[in-house]
Nanobody, 130 residues
Framework: QVQLVESGGGSVQPGGSLRLSCAAS???????????MGWYRQALGKERELVAI???????TYADSVKGRFTISRDKPKNTEYLQMNNLIPEDTAVYYC?????????????????????WGNGTLVTVSS
């Protein structure tokens, strides 16, 4: 199992900035390899949508609505990602979810077990309002 813990959400006025962080961790003894990490968001009454995603090869994709304003980055040794959000607008108000697609390896008496699956954080609320 992998836990994703987000931080950095809050309330800000239009034009302001926030920086979200997400740290991935696993159980003691597990080895985690993350092929891609990203951020999704879900506004009230709307479906969850991609905000930005970064692969292990540092290939980045942004939603059109955030290009030029948001920057995703990743600290691979720390299994941590960041989302720098500038020039925020009210339409950015949403719960932001951290996402990671992980390979988890564990040594067991029967041999090496491997699990590949996506993981989600619990979400952090970002509110942009005057």
């Amino acid at each position: 199992q992998v836990q994703l813990v987000e931080s950095g959400g809050g309330s800000v006025q239009p034009g302001g900035s926030l920086r979200l962080s997400c740290a991935a961790s696993g159980a003691s003894g597990d080895t985690i390899s993350i092929s891609k990490m990203g951020w999704y968001r879900q506004a009230l009454g709307k479906e969850r949508e991609l905000v930005a995603i970064i692969t292990s090869g540092d290939r980045i994709t942004y939603a059109d609505s955030v290009k030029g304003r948001f920057t995703i980055s990743r600290d691979k040794p720390k299994n941590t990602e960041y989302l720098q959000m500038n020039n925020l607008i009210p339409e950015d108000t949403a719960v932001y979810y951290c996402y990671a697609y992980c390979l988890v390896q564990r040594s067991e008496p029967s041999g090496l077990s491997e699990t590949v699956m996506p993981y989600w954080g619990n979400g952090t609320l970002v509110t942009v309002s005057s």
